[in-house]
């Protein structure tokens, strides 16, 4: 299988080396965080590949990131998402049962939970203290390797994202995308533009020089190839929604603007029953088959 993928090295000590690699289906950005010093690392935010026509998931992404693992000789040391992503299945359940390995999230996941069981009219669905092995506060902090990894809540895109800072290499979700693509969609349920801002100005209050990758790339006007790496610098100058210094109220106008015109990933319906399951599908019922339950007319 070719997958699009690119490595960007470490600096020096306290640095990661990280492969990014693409999920063309729908647009997303993964990861291999690399301690260089101990080979140890961490997965962040991989797909669980799905056709929406056939409702069938397959592992390619997964797979190919544990051959590459398993090439470079690394010991995989967590699995980790930065929210329950609606355009995309997670793989950290499939990834788990391979490997092991902790899988972990943001906290507020319950919350997020809370939303979904409404919509699901599944009052009794959803734990996420038995699917997620640690679920990340604000300003917590632990070790992959000898690195070490801070997380910043950056609500708007959900209302439980967490951002990733390892070193120099900021894990950034669906806050900011390429420079010249702008920032995420804040519109999904307990989303907020307003608090999206909030969420790009902590990170762009980071060192200009830091590292920051992205959640998802759609290309954008001259450009084919998908990218997923920039500088805080180079978001602060050039960011097409932001770039310049944009104030918030201006900001959120036109956020909220696009966000009006869009309509729901095709996944998304789908997604989050298994998301919010640590990336597991639903038991199967009685026949030996698993259900997807999809609301009609909520949205």
């Given at each position: 299988m070719t997958i699009?993928?690119?490595?960007?090295?470490?600096?020096?000590?306290?640095?990661?080396?990280?492969?990014?690699?693409?999920?063309?289906a729908s647009g997303s950005c993964q990861y291999i965080c690399v301690d260089p010093a101990t080979k140890k690392c961490a997965l962040i935010d991989v797909v669980l590949d799905f056709n929406p026509a056939r409702?069938?998931?397959?592992?390619?992404?997964?797979?190919?990131?544990?051959?590459?693992?398993?090439?470079?000789?690394?010991?995989?040391?967590?699995?980790?998402?930065t929210h329950p992503h609606a355009d995309h299945l997670m793989a950290a359940g499939y990834l788990k049962q391979k490997t092991g390995a902790p899988n972990a999230i943001g906290e507020k996941v319950r919350e997020i939970a809370g939303l979904w069981r409404d919509f699901y009219n599944t009052p009794d669905a959803f734990d996420p203290e038995a699917d997620f092995d640690r679920l990340f506060a604000d300003g917590d902090t632990f070790l992959i390797g000898e690195l070490d990894v801070r997380v910043m809540l950056?609500?708007?895109?959900?209302?439980?994202?967490?951002?990733?800072?390892?070193g120099d290499a900021v894990f950034a979700h669906d806050t900011f995308m390429q420079p010249d693509s702008g920032?995420?969609?804040?519109?999904?349920p307990g989303g907020s533009a307003a608090m999206l801002y909030d969420s790009l100005m902590a990170i762009l209050a980071l060192p200009d020089d830091f590292r920051i990758f992205i959640g998802h790339d759609y290309g954008a006007e001259g450009r084919v190839e998908p990218a997923w790496e920039s500088t805080v610098a180079e978001q602060k100058d050039s960011n097409k929604h932001l770039g310049g210094g944009v104030e918030k109220p201006e900001y959120v106008k036109v956020r909220e603007e696009r966000d009006a015109t869009l309509n729901l990933p095709d996944r998304m319906?789908?997604?989050?029953?298994?998301?919010?399951?640590?990336?597991?599908?639903?038991?199967?019922?009685?026949?030996?088959?698993?259900?997807?339950?999809i609301p009609a007319n909520r949205f």
């Open positions: 699009t993928h690119s490595k960007s090295a470490s600096r020096g000590p306290g640095s990661p080396d990280v492969v990014g690699f693409y999920d063309d409702a069938r998931t397959s592992t390619e992404a997964a797979d190919w990131a544990l051959d590459w693992i398993d090439r470079e000789g690394l010991t995989l040391e967590w699995i980790l998402d950056s609500p708007g895109h959900t209302l439980g994202s967490i951002t990733y800072i390892v920032t995420a969609r804040a519109d999904f319906l789908h997604a989050l029953q298994v998301n919010l399951r640590g990336g597991r599908l639903p038991e199967p019922e009685a026949d030996g088959n698993t259900y997807l339950k």
